[in-house]
């Protein structure tokens, strides 16, 4: 090294991530997405994260998603176990398996796994990786408030998330 210059370093670029609540508060534990990030917002996260209140945007929020290298999505999943329970998986292992080992139904007039499957991966480019965290809802009747059951995992959701952070 030559007496005065500095060692360039390669700046290693950063993914960009968001992580997106979807769902609707009026119907109770079907807005666990939204409280999630309300709750997230309150954390100092990392530069490259962003949140991103996802309600029911319907097929366009498919247009939020192109910027990102990773997207984590926090949703009230019907996944047929007890309410609270919080699964994790990939999205498109989800989409691309047969066999995989949970069958999920939508809680949505609009399917965020179908709309991705069948128009997402044809018309817009999405990021290399979708991950879902769900909740097992218990209560999805009219109402703004969730469930007992289900305010009591927003920490281990929350945690979920930050953990899935640093993959």
């Known amino acids: 090294m030559v007496k005065g210059r500095k060692k360039l370093q390669k700046k290693q670029k950063q993914s960009k991530i968001l992580v997106l609540g979807i769902g609707n508060i009026l119907l ?3 807005g666990i997405g939204i409280k999630v990030i309300e709750e997230l917002k309150k954390l100092e996260l990392p530069k490259n994260v962003e949140l991103l209140d996802g309600a029911t945007l319907g ?3 498919l ?3 192109e910027k990102y290298d990773k997207v984590i999505v926090v949703d009230a999943v019907k996944g047929g ?6 699964y994790k998986f ?3 292992e989800f989409i691309d398996d047969f066999n995989f080992p949970l069958t999920l139904s939508s809680m949505h007039d609009f399917d ?4 991705v499957k069948k128009i997402g991966r044809e018309f817009y480019k999405l990021p290399e990786k ?4 769900g909740v097992e809802p ?9 469930s007992e059951k289900i305010k009591k995992v927003i920490p281990k959701v929350v945690k979920a998330v930050v953990e899935e952070l640093k993959n």
């Open 90 to 92: 990939d999205l498109y």
């Open 28 to 30: 109770r534990d079907e």
């Open 59 to 61: 097929l366009s929020i």
């Open 112 to 115: 965020f796994i179908y709309a």
């Open 130 to 133: 979708i991950i879902v965290i």
């Open 63 to 65: 247009n939020f998603l």
């Open 81 to 86: 176990n007890e309410p609270g329970t919080i």
């Open 138 to 146: 218990e209560n999805i009747d009219l109402g703004l408030e969730l």
